[in-house]
C-alpha cells in the first residue's frame, strides 16, 4: 500500500491495520526458529525483545548475549515511511499556504486522520509507534500554528519592570504549577514561550479536574483572569482571550480544548483548585 498525496496516511493505516502484527510474527519466528533456535535465553512478550546467546557475533560484538527487538527490526521500515507521509503533507501544505483557512481546514483533517489512528489497537500494543506518529503531529502543528490565523501571537506575555524579572517571575510560576499534584503538564521552554508572547507547539497541558471528572476549563479562565486582576497580564487581552486561551493551553491528553465560549460565559467563583490557584498567584 503506496502513500499518495491524496491519502499520506495510506500505508501507516494498512501497515498498523493489516501487517505489523504479521511481521511481529516473522520477527519472533526468524530469531527462535531460524537464528538461535538452540541459544534463547529470555523472550518478553510485553516489550517484543529477544535476548539470545552471541554465537554470530563474537568477533565483533564483545558480550555474550544480544538483545533483538521488534522495534529495531522495522525501525528503518518506519522512519522511511514517516519521512514520506511528512514529505506529502508539506507538500500538500505548501500548495494551500497563501489561503489561511484552507490551510487550517487541511491541518484539522490531519489532526482527525491521525486520532484515528490513534485509536487502532496496534498503538495500544506497540507503545514505540507513538513517537513516529509524533513527528507527523509536530510537523502539523509547526505548519499550522495560529498565529497564522490570528494576524497576531495570542500568547501570555507576564508583565514585570524588566526582562530579567520576568523570567524569574515565570520561572516560579512554572514551579509552582507543577508541583505535586501538577496542575499542568509542560516542558519549561514552552512554558517561557506561552508567557513571553512567543508561538507554542505542543502548548500547556491543564491537569486541573473538575466535579464532572472531565478538565476545568473554569478554573483555567478563573487561573487567567486572576493574573489579570492580579496585574500580572494585562487587561488588553480579555476581549481575545478564548483565542489566547486556545493557542496556549491544551486538555491533559494535548488536545484542543473545546467549547471555550461557553465555559468563560460560566466561570465559577469556586472552580477546581480556587485555593490552589489562589495562593499561587499571591506567592508571585
Given amino acids: 500500500m503506496k502513500s499518495t498525496a491524496e491519502n499520506p496516511f495510506a500505508f501507516l493505516e494498512w501497515y498498523f491495520e493489516k501487517q505489523i502484527e504479521k511481521d511481529l510474527k516473522e520477527f519472533y519466528i526468524n530469531i527462535t526458529e531460524e537464528l538461535y533456535f538452540n541459544n534463547i535465553d529470555e523472550v518478553d512478550k510485553n516489550t517484543h525483545s529477544v535476548k539470545v546467546l552471541n554465537i554470530h557475533?563474537?568477533?565483533?560484538?564483545?558480550?555474550?548475549?544480544l538483545t533483538f527487538t521488534f522495534e529495531g527490526s522495522i525501525k528503518s521500515k518506519l522512519n522511511a515511511e514517516i519521512q514520506n507521509t511528512i514529505n506529502l503533507i508539506e507538500q500538500e501544505l505548501q500548495k494551500r499556504f497563501s489561503d489561511?483557512?484552507?490551510?487550517?481546514a487541511y491541518a484539522d483533517f490531519l489532526r482527525i486522520k491521525i486520532r484515528h489512528i490513534e485509536s487502532f489497537k496496534t498503538i495500544k500494543e506497540f507503545s514505540f509507534l507513538e513517537k513516529y506518529l509524533a513527528q507527523i503531529k509536530d510537523t502539523v502543528n509547526r505548519?499550522?500554528?495560529?498565529?497564522?490565523?490570528?494576524?497576531?501571537?495570542?500568547?501570555?506575555?507576564?508583565?514585570?519592570?524588566?526582562?530579567?524579572d520576568q523570567q524569574e517571575?515565570?520561572?516560579?510560576?512554572?514551579?509552582?504549577?507543577?508541583?505535586?499534584?501538577?496542575?499542568?503538564?509542560?516542558?519549561?521552554?514552552?512554558?517561557?514561550n506561552?508567557?513571553?508572547?512567543?508561538?507554542?507547539?505542543?502548548?500547556?497541558?491543564?491537569?486541573?479536574?473538575?466535579?464532572?471528572?472531565?478538565?476545568?476549563?473554569?478554573?483555567?479562565?478563573?487561573?487567567?483572569?486572576?493574573?489579570?486582576?492580579e496585574k500580572h497580564l494585562s487587561p488588553s487581552i480579555i476581549n481575545d482571550l478564548n483565542k489566547y486561551v486556545l493557542f496556549t493551553f491544551r486538555d491533559n491528553s494535548g488536545k484542543e480544548l473545546k467549547n471555550l465560549k461557553q465555559s468563560k460565559a460560566t466561570i465559577s467563583n469556586n472552580p477546581a483548585q480556587k485555593e490552589r490557584i489562589d495562593t499561587i498567584i499571591s506567592s508571585l
Avoid at 57 to 65: M, T
Avoid at 100 to 104: A, L, Y
Fill in 57 to 65: 557475533h563474537k568477533d565483533e560484538i564483545d558480550s555474550e548475549y
Fill in 100 to 104: 489561511k483557512k484552507e490551510v487550517k
Fill in 143 to 164: 505548519y499550522s500554528a495560529e498565529v497564522k490565523f490570528y494576524g497576531f501571537t495570542p500568547s501570555f506575555t507576564l508583565l514585570a519592570e524588566n526582562e530579567k
Fill in 169 to 192: 517571575k515565570i520561572e516560579k510560576l512554572y514551579n509552582l504549577l507543577i508541583e505535586p499534584p501538577s496542575l499542568i503538564n509542560s516542558t519549561k521552554e514552552e512554558f517561557f
Fill in 194 to 229: 506561552a508567557f513571553t508572547g512567543n508561538e507554542v507547539v505542543e502548548g500547556i497541558h491543564w491537569l486541573v479536574v473538575g466535579k464532572s471528572k472531565s478538565i476545568s476549563k473554569s478554573s483555567l479562565f478563573y487561573f487567567i483572569n486572576e493574573l489579570i486582576n
